[in-house]
T-cell receptor, first 112, second 111 residues
Framework: DTGVSQNPRHKITKRGQNVTFRCDPI?????LYWYRQTLGQGPEFLTY????????KSRLLSDRFSAERPKGSFSTLEIQRTEQGDSAMYLC??????????FGPGTRLTVL | KQEVTQIPAALSVPEGENLVLNCSFT??????LQWFRQDPGKGLTSLLL?????REQTSGRLNASLDKSSGRSTLYIAASQPGDSATYLC??????????FGRGTSLIVHP
């Protein structure tokens, strides 16, 4: 078990472009979370999945954001028509129900 | 809406000191509370998880306590070392399983 992995680690894009991030959780974990973190702040919850079902979505997750977890394994987070305000670190975490969350290294997005 | 506050926001201490970091939350109906450390530009590393039915957890030089009724948790770091320098975050998880994080305490331990 190599822990939670995220790809890419860094992404630079121009405003208006679409980007997609991937998260591979720890294999036996049924819960997967996405967060956004900006400098000097704690992570802000975006959404979470239990297996393949998306159970909660934050109001932060505008119509331009979509997340999927097909077959309850890896997850993708897509941002359409990126804006400069989307620049942040996007973190993924996985856990077994009610247990410790394990975080990936994050994907740093810069929107020019 | 759950709000989590961490005090102090920053702390600079000499090596060897014992430290107390504080975390307070507004809604005591929590499922668990977790402490993390985060190194600059990196993801979060879990330190301790306290379930709502527990009062404290210990791991090595770290001890975390939980007082649900008063909405407080403390992280105690014994005999601090330069390698402990990082940002420490607490997160509370309510019945909806949505975690709420504080803004963290930035710790510097100088030799």
């Amino acid at each position: 078990d190599t822990g939670v992995s995220q790809n890419p680690r860094h992404k630079i894009t121009k405003r208006g472009q679409n980007v997609t991030f991937r998260c591979d959780p720890i294999s036996e974990h049924n819960r997967l979370y996405w967060y956004r973190q900006t400098l000097g702040q704690g992570p802000e919850f975006l959404t979470y999945f239990q297996n393949e079902a998306q159970l909660e979505k934050s109001r932060l997750l505008s119509d331009r954001f979509s997340a999927e977890r097909p077959k309850g394994s890896f997850s993708t987070l897509e941002i359409q028509r990126t804006e400069q305000g989307d620049s942040a670190m996007y973190l993924c975490a996985s856990s077994e129900m009610g247990d410790t969350q394990y975080f990936g290294p994050g994907t740093r997005l810069t929107v020019l | 809406k759950q709000e989590v506050t961490q005090i102090p926001a920053a702390l600079s201490v000499p090596e060897g000191e014992n430290l107390v970091l504080n975390c307070s939350f507004t809604d005591s109906a929590i499922y668990n509370l977790q402490w993390f450390r985060q190194d600059p530009g990196k993801g979060l590393t879990s330190l301790l998880l306290i379930q709502s039915s527990q009062r404290e957890q210990t791991s090595g030089r770290l001890n975390a306590s939980l007082d649900k009724s008063s909405g407080r948790s403390t992280l105690y770091i014994a005999a601090s070392q330069p390698g402990d320098s990082a940002t420490y975050l607490c997160a509370v998880q309510g019945g909806s399983y949505i975690p709420t994080f504080g803004r963290g305490t930035s710790l510097i331990v100088h030799p």
